[in-house]
C-alpha cells in the first residue's frame, strides 16, 4: 500500500454529513470507494488517482493522497465538483411544490454528483445490470486486478477499453462477470476500433449522446442515463431503476407507467437538474422503503 501524504482540508461551499459522504461515495454513483475501518477513512480510484477521505468532528472534509502519486488536489476537486453551485442546482427543484422531494432533500444535506471518467462510467454500469452495489463492486475489482495497470503496490486501475478488448470473452467470465462479459467484450472491441467514440458522445447534448450510448451492446436506457449522469455531468439524465420506480409509484401515483415514460416524467417534472433529484428520492427511498 502507499504512503500517504498528511491530512489536508479540502473546502466546500455545500459541506457533507456522515451519512451523505457515505451515500455520494458508496451509494451506486459509483464502485470503487472502501471504508478503511482502522484509519476511519474511505478510500476510492477513478482513473489513475486514488485519495483517501473522511470528515473531521467539526465536519470538514479531510482528504489524503499517496506521497508517489501524480495525481492532485484538482483532479479531487474536479471529481468531486467542489467549484458546482449544488445549493443554487437544489434551489432549482421543484421542492415548494413537491412535499416528497423536499423530504429527501431534507435527509441527505450535501449529497452531490460525482464527476467520473465517463469511460469508466460506462463498464461499471454494464457490469451493473440485474446486479446490487456489492456485487458490482466485487466485478470491477476483478477487472482491475486481472485487467487494470498497477497504479501503486496493491491498487489497480480498472482496464481501459484497449486492455479490455484485448481479454477473450472466456477470460471475462473467469472474472464472475456471467452474461455481461459477452456485452462488455463486444462494446470493447468496437471501442477500440473507434477510440474517439466515447468523447463524441460525451460532449454531444443529452438526447444525442444518449441515443448514441444505447447503440453499445448491452447498453439499455438506464445504463445509458446513469452512465451520462455520473460519468457525463448530464444532471437532466433521470435513470429509471426498480427503486426509482418504486418510489414513483408509491409517492407519486403513476402505477402502471413503463420506464421510459417515467424517465421522461421525471425529466419534466424536476427539471434540468433531474438527475440530481434522482439521487435524493433514491437515497431516501432506500433508508425508508
Given amino acids: 500500500m502507499p504512503d500517504w501524504t498528511p491530512w489536508k482540508t479540502l473546502p466546500l461551499k455545500t459541506p457533507f454529513t456522515p451519512d451523505t459522504l457515505a451515500e455520494t461515495l458508496d451509494g451506486g454513483q459509483a464502485f470503487r470507494w472502501n471504508f478503511q475501518e482502522e484509519e476511519n477513512c474511505w478510500q476510492g480510484i477513478w482513473g489513475q488517482n486514488v485519495a483517501r477521505l473522511r470528515l473531521s468532528e467539526d465536519g470538514e472534509l479531510k482528504y489524503s493522497l499517496p506521497k508517489q502519486s501524480k495525481g492532485t488536489k484538482q483532479e479531487l476537486k474536479t471529481y468531486l465538483r467542489t467549484d458546482f453551485d449544488w445549493d443554487a442546482a437544489i434551489d432549482q427543484l421543484p421542492w415548494r411544490s413537491d412535499p416528497h422531494l423536499a423530504t429527501s432533500l431534507k435527509a441527505y444535506p450535501g449529497l452531490r454528483i460525482l464527476k467520473q471518467p465517463f469511460a469508466e462510467a460506462v463498464l461499471c454500469f454494464l457490469c451493473s445490470a440485474t446486479k446490487q452495489i456489492p456485487q458490482i463492486k466485487v466485478m470491477c475489482e476483478r477487472m482491475a486486478e486481472s485487467l487494470g495497470n498497477q497504479i501503486h503496490p496493491g491498487i489497480h486501475a480498472l482496464p481501459t477499453w484497449e486492455q479490455l478488448a484485448a481479454a477473450s470473452e472466456a477470460d471475462l467470465r473467469a472474472l464472475g462477470l456471467g452474461f455481461r462479459a459477452k456485452n462488455i467484450k463486444k462494446t470493447a472491441d468496437l471501442l477500440a476500433n473507434n477510440p474517439k467514440l466515447l468523447n463524441q458522445i460525451e460532449a454531444a447534448p443529452y438526447q444525442e449522446a444518449k441515443e448514441r450510448l444505447v447503440q453499445l451492446p448491452g447498453v439499455g436506457e438506464k445504463i445509458a442515463d446513469c452512465a451520462l449522469l455520473f460519468g457525463a455531468a448530464k444532471l437532466e439524465a433521470f435513470p429509471v431503476?426498480?427503486?426509482?420506480?418504486?418510489?414513483?409509484?408509491?409517492?407519486?401515483?403513476?402505477?402502471?407507467?413503463?420506464?421510459?415514460?417515467?424517465?421522461?416524467?421525471?425529466?419534466?417534472?424536476?427539471?434540468?437538474?433531474?438527475?440530481?433529484?434522482?439521487?435524493?428520492?433514491?437515497?431516501?427511498?432506500?433508508?425508508?422503503?
Fill in 241 to 289: 431503476d426498480t427503486w426509482i420506480i418504486k418510489v414513483l409509484e408509491k409517492r407519486y401515483n403513476l402505477t402502471g407507467w413503463n420506464p421510459p415514460q417515467l424517465s421522461q416524467f421525471g425529466r419534466v417534472h424536476y427539471g434540468d437538474y433531474a438527475g440530481f433529484a434522482q439521487q435524493f428520492i433514491f437515497s431516501y427511498e432506500r433508508s425508508n422503503p
